[in-house]
């Protein structure tokens, strides 16, 4: 055999070699290789109360405040951001109060019996009245806060990037225990029948008890979270920097199901949006932009859509669609069974902070400063505001709460009686 072609069946070889040796490493690397578990031993996590516990007074008396709460990011623990059955109309020309706070307003604030609570990024937790804005008290838990708090009766749950998650009491601003992780916490909590779940960037995933603080369980997800857990039926599910959504039972921790989502053959998907869910389905973007949507049953992929430029919104949910924006400055809406896009519109911005659906509209800010609504049926935007910045606010039943940088701004709706 001639020496040339000897040469060259080695290369070959030694080329078939070093790929096989790739394909092992791909696969040993695998983020499927090494699945998530309970954590038991707690490393890094410490629960503190008040050194004098703060009494906790009766509930608000009475008042003409808006009877509907937001309790937390999303409006409910499925995080779907979404009051389709709103009747108040858009909002008026004439704005009730404004009040600018410290800091910019990264997520929107919660409300119920009359108080918003609200965090700035620079770390100082409000209450206000919701009828004039008036500060009723504020307070440091410490470290940057670009969360939503969670009202849970009369407590009040606050995230921190410090690592911390803290329970105040909702009328004094007194804290009442606090659990230290080993990792920020940028994950909006949300509670359901007395257990908080969030997640850290230390990769876990929290179950504490709202009265006292006690951790539940933690689940190590193998993946930093940012993101807030949404939780439908038995089930508390997120989504991680490693591609990962996760569910676990929201009782014991026990592992669900767990889903890596690809984002070409050698990378996974990065999430910083949270999970929301119709039930059905759960439902994310990642940051390449990629929307997906997976059975909640399962955790099989149903489907996936794109949105242009960079991903970090969480979708809405809402009249069997998912809205979603993207870097492009495009807002999206997605048919929920199928992925189908149904209409898109161009606003003229970097959407960042999440839409949210208030009857008939879906709102959105944009990072150079404007807010818009889109109407949900064909996405022909119907109302603008010359301010905006993250994720836009909520609605009662009778009042639009805008946070738009650092300012809170209320309007009544256009279909709610004048006074």
Avoid at 297 to 320: E, F, K, M, N, Q
Avoid at 360 to 379: I, Q
Wanted: hydrophobic share 40%.
């Amino acid at each position: 055999m001639p020496k040339p072609f000897v040469w060259i069946l080695a290369a070959v070889a030694a080329l078939v070699v070093a790929l096989g040796g790739v394909t092992v490493a791909v696969w040993m690397f695998r983020p499927e290789a090494s699945r998530g578990a309970l954590d038991t031993e707690l490393e890094g996590v410490t629960v503190s109360e008040a050194t004098e516990p703060v009494p906790l007074p009766p509930t608000r008396p009475e008042t003409s405040a808006d009877r509907l709460c937001w309790r937390e990011f999303g409006g409910d623990p499925r995080r779907t951001l979404a009051r389709p059955g709103a009747r108040l109309g858009l909002p008026r020309k004439r704005l009730l109060w404004t009040r600018v706070l410290d800091s910019y307003i990264e997520f929107a604030p919660v409300y119920c019996d009359g108080v918003l609570y609200v965090n700035s990024f620079r770390g100082t937790t409000y209450a206000i009245d919701a009828t004039t804005g008036k500060v009723e008290w504020k307070t440091r838990v410490g470290g940057t806060l670009p969360s939503s708090p969670a009202i849970d009766g009369p407590r009040l749950l606050v995230a921190s990037q410090a690592g911390t998650v803290t329970a105040l009491d909702r009328r004094t601003g007194g804290r009442l225990w606090q659990v230290r992780t080993a990792g920020k916490v940028e994950s909006s909590p949300v509670v359901v029948d007395g257990l908080a779940y969030f997640g850290s960037h230390d990769g876990r995933l929290f179950a504490v008890r709202s009265a006292t603080g006690e951790v539940r369980w933690a689940y190590d997800t193998r993946g930093r979270i940012n993101a807030s857990p949404s939780v439908v039926a038995d089930r508390v599910c997120v989504t991680n920097y490693s591609g990962a959504f996760v569910c676990v039972d929201r009782r014991t921790g026990r592992e669900l199901w767990t889903t890596y989502v690809a984002r070409d053959s050698f990378r996974y998907e990065s999430f910083y949006a949270s999970p929301s869910t119709d039930g059905e389905r759960v439902y994310s973007l990642a940051r390449s932009g990629k929307v997906v949507a997976l059975s909640a049953a399962s955790g099989a992929i149903a489907w996936t859509g794109r949105v242009g430029g960079l991903g970090y919104t969480t979708p809405a949910v809402a009249r069997g669609r998912v809205f979603v924006g993207g870097f492009d400055g495009v807002v999206r809406a997605f048919r929920a069974t199928t992925g189908e896009e149904l209409w898109s519109r161009w606003v003229g911005g970097r959407i960042l902070g999440a839409p949210v659906v208030i009857g008939d509209a879906v709102f959105v800010s944009v990072l150079e400063g404007r807010t818009f609504g889109l109407r949900v049926a064909d996405g022909r935007i119907v109302w603008r505001l010359p301010m905006g910045r993250y994720t836009p606010g909520i609605a009662t039943e009778r009042t639009y709460f805008f946070s738009l940088n650092g300012r809170l701004i209320a309007y009544r709706g256009r279909n709610v009686p004048a006074r």
